[in-house]
């Protein structure tokens, strides 16, 4: 997404000044954090209730990305630095989601309890609209810095996890067997390592960026010549 920085901002680097917040930004934060929440709540109860790792995986999920918007929103205004190492944050919190993940479905796979594929293709289809409009509210955003491209990825991954519950509740009503929601959990944990991994190398990347920067700065106020 393009900055509308004023004139002034040409002369500061991103450690030093954080870009103009765009309102539109600001609000569909709001909207995906608050309609985060509700569907943790739904999903929690739900996963519970009809024994599906993969509805309790992707309640995880909601959890994690409600926290991580509230912590986007926490660092809109600061400098890019700042919003470099809250993407970090973000980005190794899907990885041990992952992780996470990948150990229940392990868990589980001993247990044999078959979950209630009726609960679980509902609740993914309620889900899946709920993601696919966050989705669609910050797909503009998609280009942005690594904050910006983290919380894009987060609302993706969701969208195609709810597909995939609702394939897996297909799987375990026709089989009659666990295993279809034990291997969308283990897919759902795939998706979150990669993409934490993405995030978390972007912000890396942004981060050494600004040091560098900063750096030259300080060695040119110091009259310090430097090379590329």
């Given at each position: 997404?393009?900055c509308a920085?004023?004139?002034?901002?040409?002369?500061?680097t991103?450690a030093?000044?954080?870009?103009?917040?765009?309102?539109r930004w600001r609000r569909?934060?709001?909207?995906?954090?608050?309609v985060?929440?509700?569907?943790?709540g739904?999903?929690?109860?739900?996963?519970?209730?009809a024994?599906?790792?993969?509805?309790?995986?992707?309640?995880?999920d909601?959890?994690?990305d409600a926290a991580?918007?509230?912590l986007?929103l926490?660092?809109?205004?600061?400098?890019?630095?700042w919003?470099s190492?809250?993407?970090?944050?973000?980005?190794?919190?899907?990885f041990?989601?992952g992780l996470?993940?990948?150990a229940?479905?392990?868990?589980l796979?001993q247990?044999?309890s078959v979950?209630?594929?009726?609960t679980?293709?509902?609740?993914?289809?309620?889900?899946?609209l709920?993601n696919?409009?966050?989705?669609v509210?910050?797909?503009s955003?998609r280009?942005?810095?690594a904050?910006?491209?983290?919380v894009?990825?987060?609302?993706?991954n969701?969208?195609?996890?709810?597909?995939?519950?609702?394939?897996?509740a297909?799987?375990?009503?026709?089989?009659g067997?666990?295993?279809?929601d034990?291997?969308v959990?283990?897919v759902?944990?795939l998706l979150?390592?990669?993409?934490g991994?993405s995030?978390?190398?972007?912000a890396?990347?942004?981060?050494a960026q600004?040091?560098q920067?900063s750096?030259?700065k300080?060695?040119?106020i110091?009259g310090?010549?430097h090379?590329?």
């Amino acid at each position: 997404m393009a900055c509308a920085c004023h004139s002034s901002c040409s002369t500061e680097t991103p450690a030093s000044a954080a870009p103009p917040v765009d309102p539109r930004w600001r609000r569909a934060l709001w909207i995906a954090l608050v309609v985060n929440a509700v569907m943790f709540g739904v999903e929690l109860v739900a996963g519970l209730q009809a024994h599906s790792v993969s509805l309790l995986a992707d309640a995880v999920d909601f959890a994690g990305d409600a926290a991580n918007y509230a912590l986007s929103l926490a660092v809109l205004s600061m400098a890019l630095v700042w919003r470099s190492r809250a993407a970090f944050v973000k980005g190794a919190t899907m990885f041990a989601y992952g992780l996470f993940v990948l150990a229940r479905a392990g868990w589980l796979l001993q247990s044999g309890s078959v979950p209630d594929a009726m609960t679980m293709g509902v609740v993914g289809l309620v889900a899946l609209l709920a993601n696919a409009g966050v989705a669609v509210l910050l797909y503009s955003f998609r280009s942005g810095d690594a904050n910006m491209r983290s919380v894009w990825l987060c609302s993706r991954n969701d969208a195609l996890s709810n597909v995939a519950v609702m394939a897996a509740a297909l799987g375990v009503f026709g089989t009659g067997s666990a295993l279809p929601d034990l291997a969308v959990a283990a897919v759902m944990a795939l998706l979150a390592l990669a993409a934490g991994q993405s995030v978390m190398r972007q912000a890396w990347a942004e981060l050494a960026q600004t040091t560098q920067n900063s750096h030259q700065k300080s060695q040119q106020i110091a009259g310090i010549p430097h090379s590329d």
